[in-house]
């Protein structure tokens, strides 16, 4: 079976947004896990860099969108322009939101505010859930994603339980408290096991082009990775608050989370989607990229075909006529044996019936 690797199609899909996101969650899991084990000890206002830098890149891309809309109304007719415009509005007051509560755990974390309970640094964190229930039926209705939508508000019950229990209101062991994520938890690893059964029959069915074998294959690889360490931190660290593994670190805890956030960054090469005016780019940010960078054009919208046999070279030898002169490959000539020889067809002259 052929390998194909192709710049365009993961340039066409790739969604900036969600890697800047996963990217900035994976070095602050990693500082802020050094950070509990000691192991650093740098301020928090420094571990939260990267998430003041998500939230920076959010606001000035909110602000210059806002000012191309407003400093040029035709571009409002432009397709599903006004929708899109809503929804990095509700994302951006979404966002500010996240940012009250992270600035105040932060202060929390740091001492300051000691007095300060962790069911008022919450409240901005659950009053985002429960917006987040009417931001759901909003996107469906207008077919946009919802993903950090759907997990606020589904986690609303969790994020009480949390905030209680770091306030000692309530004494339950951790493995109680998360009985919520634990519910969660149990709903996507269903998923899962779906995902998976669905690529092996797919595999096995000689009706489906390979593309949708790979693309449910990857799929389920993607989800699968994304689901069980997932699963293994929240068990891990669990144990570790109820004194059961106490021997483990906060770092080696994380792991299993760091795996899954870059799992995250890796599938978002293959996700579509995201909001077309954010800076007002008013396009893809790959394809704007392109734009500016008229180098970057060579290198992506080329494929490479790895082929094991001699009929996979022959494809490949008409696959390369197929394609612009831009984009070919130049490949070294071989001797004469190795050049296909050409297919006579003879004519056939059909005599037709009186």
């Given at each position: 079976?052929?390998?194909?690797?192709?710049?365009k199609?993961?340039?066409?899909?790739?969604?900036?947004?969600?890697?800047?996101?996963?990217?900035?969650?994976?070095?602050?899991?990693l500082?802020?896990?050094?950070?509990?084990?000691?192991?650093?000890?740098?301020s928090?206002?420094?571990?939260?860099?990267?998430?003041?830098?998500?939230?920076?890149?959010?606001?000035?891309?909110?602000?210059?969108?806002?000012?191309?809309?407003?400093?040029?109304?035709?571009?409002?007719?432009?397709?599903?322009?006004?929708?899109?415009?809503?929804?990095?509005?509700?994302?951006?007051?979404?966002?500010?939101?996240?940012?009250?509560?992270?600035?105040?755990?932060?202060?929390?974390?740091?001492?300051?505010?000691?007095?300060?309970?962790?069911?008022?640094?919450?409240?901005?964190?659950?009053?985002?859930?429960?917006?987040?229930?009417?931001?759901?039926?909003?996107?469906?209705?207008?077919?946009?994603?919802?993903?950090?939508?759907?997990?606020?508000?589904?986690?609303?019950?969790?994020?009480?339980f949390?905030?209680?229990?770091?306030?000692?209101?309530?004494?339950?062991p951790?493995v109680?408290?998360?009985?919520?994520?634990?519910?969660?938890?149990?709903?996507?690893?269903?998923?899962?096991?779906?995902?998976?059964?669905?690529?092996?029959?797919?595999?096995?069915?000689?009706?489906?082009?390979?593309?949708?074998k790979?693309?449910?294959?990857?799929?389920a690889?993607g989800?699968?990775?994304?689901?069980?360490?997932?699963?293994?931190?929240?068990?891990?660290?669990?144990?570790?608050?109820?004194?059961?593994h106490?021997?483990l670190?906060?770092?080696?805890?994380?792991?299993?989370?760091?795996?899954?956030?870059?799992?995250?960054?890796?599938?978002?090469?293959?996700?579509?989607?995201?909001?077309?005016?954010?800076?007002?780019?008013?396009?893809?940010?790959?394809?704007?990229?392109?734009g500016?960078?008229?180098?970057?054009?060579?290198?992506?919208?080329?494929?490479?075909?790895?082929?094991?046999?001699?009929?996979?070279?022959?494809?490949?030898?008409?696959?390369l006529?197929?394609?612009?002169?831009?984009?070919?490959?130049?490949?070294?000539?071989?001797?004469?044996?190795?050049?296909?020889?050409?297919?006579?067809?003879?004519?056939?002259?059909?005599?037709?019936?009186?």
């Amino acid at each position: 079976m052929p390998f194909e690797l192709n710049f365009k199609n993961i340039f066409h899909d790739f969604n900036p947004s969600k890697f800047v996101v996963y990217g900035c969650l994976v070095v602050f899991c990693l500082l802020f896990s050094l950070r509990l084990d000691n192991f650093i000890i740098w301020s928090y206002w420094i571990i939260f860099l990267p998430i003041w830098f998500w939230k920076l890149l959010v606001m000035v891309g909110a602000i210059v969108g806002s000012y191309v809309w407003w400093r040029n109304p035709h571009y409002r007719l432009e397709g599903d322009a006004c929708t899109q415009y809503k929804a990095m509005i509700i994302c951006t007051g979404m966002h500010l939101l996240l940012f009250m509560f992270e600035l105040l755990a932060c202060i929390k974390l740091e001492g300051k505010r000691e007095q300060v309970m962790w069911i008022l640094v919450f409240i901005p964190l659950i009053f985002m859930a429960v917006v987040s229930i009417g931001i759901c039926v909003w996107a469906v209705k207008h077919e946009r994603t919802f993903e950090m939508e759907l997990f606020c508000s589904v986690n609303i019950l969790q994020f009480i339980f949390l905030a209680l229990r770091l306030d000692e209101f309530i004494r339950w062991p951790w493995v109680i408290v998360f009985i919520p994520l634990w519910i969660v938890m149990c709903v996507a690893l269903i998923g899962v096991l779906y995902a998976i059964i669905l690529a092996i029959i797919l595999l096995k069915s000689p009706d489906i082009i390979p593309e949708q074998k790979r693309g449910n294959l990857f799929s389920a690889v993607g989800y699968t990775c994304l689901v069980v360490p997932m699963l293994v931190f929240e068990i891990l660290l669990v144990n570790k608050e109820d004194g059961i593994h106490l021997e483990l670190t906060y770092t080696e805890v994380a792991i299993p989370l760091l795996i899954s956030l870059v799992t995250l960054m890796l599938m978002s090469f293959g996700t579509k989607g995201g909001n077309q005016w954010w800076f007002g780019l008013r396009k893809d940010f790959c394809l704007w990229l392109l734009g500016h960078c008229p180098l970057l054009q060579e290198y992506g919208n080329i494929s490479y075909k790895v082929q094991g046999d001699d009929r996979d070279n022959q494809e490949q030898n008409s696959d390369l006529a197929d394609r612009p002169i831009s984009t070919r490959h130049h490949y070294k000539r071989g001797s004469p044996e190795d050049t296909p020889s050409k297919i006579r067809v003879h004519v056939l002259s059909l005599d037709m019936p009186d």
